[in-house]
């Protein structure tokens, strides 16, 4: 429908301005005529210059400030692209131009100073320079003698190309002497006029058989001009009758569009004669147009009339047919009457739809509300309700659906866009809400317009807007809390797990890092903990972790994309969780054992269900890791002693143990429940006394006894338990910052140093008191709880090399506070090396190979 659509539309202003202007031109003008200048009649702005319109060089439609956006006559007229002038291209002959139109007009769009569209009409006067004309020079005519006055002859209608004043006006008939005929002038519904010759006398064909007359056609200019016909009536002898119809007129009414074949009207012209003389035939009268014509035929026996070619209403609303019918007999004399079909209007016409200019390029998110997409024009050939329009926008595209404005239903979801009418069915398609890339990132934008027929008709017309992304989402974690698991004693550089944040905006607005926040566990910077790959999020331990020491511990991850031009962030939490390994045997305290081994005496006749001693051991691991079974797994084939798996105590299951044997040897076993399980062994050796224990040995059986033993034994277990957790976590950490290596050392100077190893080329080490282990003397088992021997121990990840010397310790000296419990190597030898310490003290030493391979020991602490 448009010969051109503009490429840019620049920044629209969500309303246009539309300007009107009606413009006049005389016919027959030459080339070059100017009829107005548009910019200066619609009082429009300049434009900017063509360099700052970005249009040189391509062309003269591209750098002026005028562009004709649609032109109803490109050959006659034109619009120069600079000045803004309206002139003529060629002579306009208004005739040729406007056939059948009473008013000649054309019509021009102009697209102004890129920001205001010119609604031109320009209308051709028209000029006297034609005159009327008849088809023929002579008209011949037979009317029968027998003639009524008043009997009306339709006459040829003269044509004049001219419109309006210009036209035919009127019809003159020279009469003869006689005064026998007369003219009458009527007018078609179209507005034409015709003439009709009416018998004012009757006729005498014996007194005068031939009438010459003279018909004369007028227009209506000044002067006018005129054309002439002459009229030959010759007069015959004829029958009486003459056909009747039944009305002079008749008015159809007939929807164009009608199938071929339809039934018009069927008339009906009645002769009183007989025979030929009433035999009625019809035809249609020889001065109707030749549209008439080809539009419809009749049936001459019957007088049926039929459509014979498409009827448009668009073409001419309303037709007239003349039709004529006359008998055989000698001498007819024809009746005549007039066959009005007036056309119904059909929604045979879908509208149309235009684009003026659509906008170029892709459309950023963050356009506001109003933005101006495209300029649209609809229109419909149809008229009334047939040409009532209503418009919608509708949509699609990857994710979207389909909506609009216009009160038009449609299928879809909605899309952000709706239609806003401007003037004379200009629309523009602008913005309804803000816009979401991550929810569609293009849309085929559909304008739909449907008329108000019945059935209505609709046509659809699209174009693609693509949507440029923003940064207006920030990366999003997947949860909000990560939960990591890690078995204690890891390795560093371990990965741990990953955490994922995603961003839907794309490039660089999508593009995620990873880092951790700044934190502190204790006193330590959580960067020594962990660590976060900036690209993909995974966690790696730095350290090896300690489940006795932390079991669990928190930090956040921040996520940031690199988006123009403040980036957007989030953050999340991890938590990791420290597994505890069973990595610590159980450690047995009581009861106190020399070299794995503990003497019990219980009195003869104890009877049966006395409790002979308690069994405890501790495991610093947690869970199942630390829950100890006892058992008894050697020295009680006879089953005379039993053991509570859960608590330790020993009691005897016979009344008369000591008959069967009196001394026993019970091999106990306490065992974790960690995987995989870790276990320690005592020996106790149980003797059988008579009469009462000796003074100092702790009496188990009786009320006294119980009480006596169980509260100082309670006491005892909690106080080594707090200690000896706090040392092996002290131990722990400082076996972190010093290579392990065994070292024995002297053990008068084992505060301040180590002794030179290898010949004297070790270098001094102050020991701490923690490296001090004490170790029960074989020689003086009997008296453990008044001497114990010192060795070197520098971490319990490692066997220490016992060292016995029969130096007298005090347990309750401050130089002996802790005590550990390992046992010692099967094949303990001294180092040659530090002869000189075992020699340094006053007391007799005990050879280290004398050991027995099971020997424990003791861990003890003394405040």
């Not at 007999?329 to 200019?357: E, M, Q």
Request: hydrophobic letters at 35%; a negative charge.
């Amino acid at each position: 429908m448009y010969l051109s659509i503009c490429c840019c539309f620049l920044l629209w202003a969500p309303a246009l301005t539309l300007k009107n202007l009606n413009y006049s031109v005389p016919e027959e003008q030459g080339a070059g005529t100017v009829i107005g200048n548009i910019g200066k009649d619609a009082r429009l702005q300049p434009g900017l210059p063509p360099a700052e319109r970005g249009g040189g060089g391509g062309g003269r439609s591209k750098s002026g400030s005028y562009r004709v956006l649609e032109n109803s006559a490109p050959h006659l007229l034109d619009v120069d692209a600079d000045s803004g002038l309206l002139y003529t291209k060629q002579r306009i002959d208004r005739e040729s131009l406007c056939r059948h139109n009473a008013k000649c007009q054309l019509s021009l769009e102009v697209f102004a100073n890129d920001k205001e569209i010119c609604m031109i009409k320009v209308e051709i006067q028209d000029i006297n320079d034609n005159a009327p004309s008849f088809p023929s020079d002579q008209i011949e005519m037979d009317i029968s003698e027998n003639a009524a006055p008043g009997t009306r002859f339709p006459l040829t209608s003269a044509h004049d190309p001219d419109a309006g004043e210009n036209g035919l006006r009127t019809y003159l008939l020279t009469r003869d002497d006689h005064g026998l005929f007369a003219l009458d002038v009527k007018s078609r519904g179209d507005g034409t006029k015709f003439p009709e010759l009416v018998i004012q006398k009757a006729l005498d064909r014996e007194q005068q058989n031939h009438h010459t007359l003279v018909l004369t056609a007028l227009d209506g200019g000044e002067p006018p001009r005129s054309a002439t016909v002459q009229i030959n009536v010759k007069v015959i002898d004829s029958n009486d009758n003459s056909p009747v119809f039944e009305d002079p007129s008749y008015l159809v009414e007939l929807p164009e569009n009608a199938p071929l074949g339809t039934i018009v009207i069927d008339l009906n012209a009645t002769d009183a004669d007989e025979g030929p003389n009433g035999e009625v035939i019809y035809s249609f009268s020889s001065y109707v147009p030749d549209r008439v014509r080809e539009l419809f035929s009749i049936d001459p026996k019957t007088g049926l009339i039929r459509v014979k070619g498409n009827l448009d209403y668009e073409e001419n609303g309303m037709l007239e047919i003349d039709v004529q019918a006359r008998d055989l007999g000698p001498n007819p004399i024809p009746a005549h009457c007039k066959v009005t079909v007036k056309l119904i209007d059909r929604n045979d016409n879908a509208p149309s739809i235009g684009f003026v200019s659509v906008r170029q390029g892709a459309l950023s998110e963050a356009a506001p509300p109003g933005t101006v997409i495209a300029l649209v024009r609809v229109t419909d050939r149809d008229s009334g309700k047939n040409g009532q329009l209503q418009c919608r926008v509708l949509g699609g595209g990857g994710t979207g659906g389909s909506s609009g404005g216009g009160g038009l239903g449609g299928p879809g979801g909605p899309v952000p866009f709706k239609l806003e009418e401007n003037y004379d069915n200009f629309y523009t398609v602008v913005t309804d809400r803000p816009l979401d890339r991550e929810t569609q990132d293009e849309y085929n934008v559909t304008i739909v317009a449907r008329d108000g027929g019945s059935p209505p008709l609709n046509s659809t017309k699209s174009f693609a807007v693509k949507i440029l992304d923003e940064n207006d989402n920030p990366p999003r974690f997947t949860k909000a809390l990560y939960v990591l698991q890690v078995h204690e004693n890891n390795i560093p550089g371990e990965y741990l797990g990953s955490v994922l944040a995603q961003d839907p905006d794309l490039g660089q607005n999508g593009t995620v890092s990873y880092s951790i926040l700044p934190s502190h566990i204790g006193d330590v910077s959580i960067y020594t903990y962990v660590s976060v790959n900036p690209t993909n999020g995974a966690i790696y331990a730095l350290r090896s972790f300690n489940y006795e020491q932390t079991k669990a511990f928190e930090f956040k991850v921040l996520a940031k994309d690199s988006g123009a031009p403040a980036h957007l962030e989030s953050n999340a939490t991890v938590r990791v969780t420290v597994l505890d390994v069973n990595d610590n045997a159980p450690v047995i305290v009581l009861p106190t054992l020399q070299n794995d081994t503990a003497e019990l005496q219980v009195p003869r006749n104890a009877g049966l269900g006395y409790l002979v001693s308690t069994v405890r051991a501790l495991d610093s691991d947690f869970g199942e890791s630390g829950r100890l079974t006892y058992e008894i797994v050697d020295g009680n084939d006879d089953h005379l002693f039993e053991i509570d798996p859960s608590s330790g105590e020993i009691r005897t299951v016979h009344p008369f143990w000591e008959d069967v044997t009196p001394v026993a040897e019970l091999v106990v076993k306490v065992t974790d429940h960690g995987k995989p399980t870790l276990s320690a062994v005592a020996k106790l050796i149980i003797r059988s006394v008579s009469g009462s224990l000796p003074e100092g040995v702790p009496r188990v059986n009786g009320e006294q006894h119980h009480w006596d033993m169980s509260l100082p034994l309670i006491v005892t277990l909690s106080t080594i338990s707090i200690i000896l957790l706090a040392a092996m976590i002290t131990i722990a950490v400082k076996c972190k910052r010093e290579n392990k290596e065994i070292r024995t050392y002297n053990c008068r100077i084992a505060e301040y140093s180590h002794p030179q190893l290898g010949g004297g080329k070790g270098k001094k080490k102050k020991i701490n008191k923690n490296d001090i282990m004490l170790v029960q003397s074989e020689v003086e088992e009997r008296n453990a709880m008044n001497v114990m021997n010192v060795v070197s121990s520098p971490s319990l990840a490692t066997s220490p090399m016992y060292f016995d010397y029969q130096t007298r310790l005090p347990l309750s000296s401050p130089r002996s506070e802790v005590m550990y419990l390992k046992p010692a190597s099967n094949n303990l030898t001294v180092p040659q090396g530090h002869a000189g310490c075992h020699t340094s003290f006053t007391g007799q030493g005990t050879n280290a190979s004398e050991t027995p391979a099971t020997r424990m020991s003791i861990i003890q602490l003394h405040v």
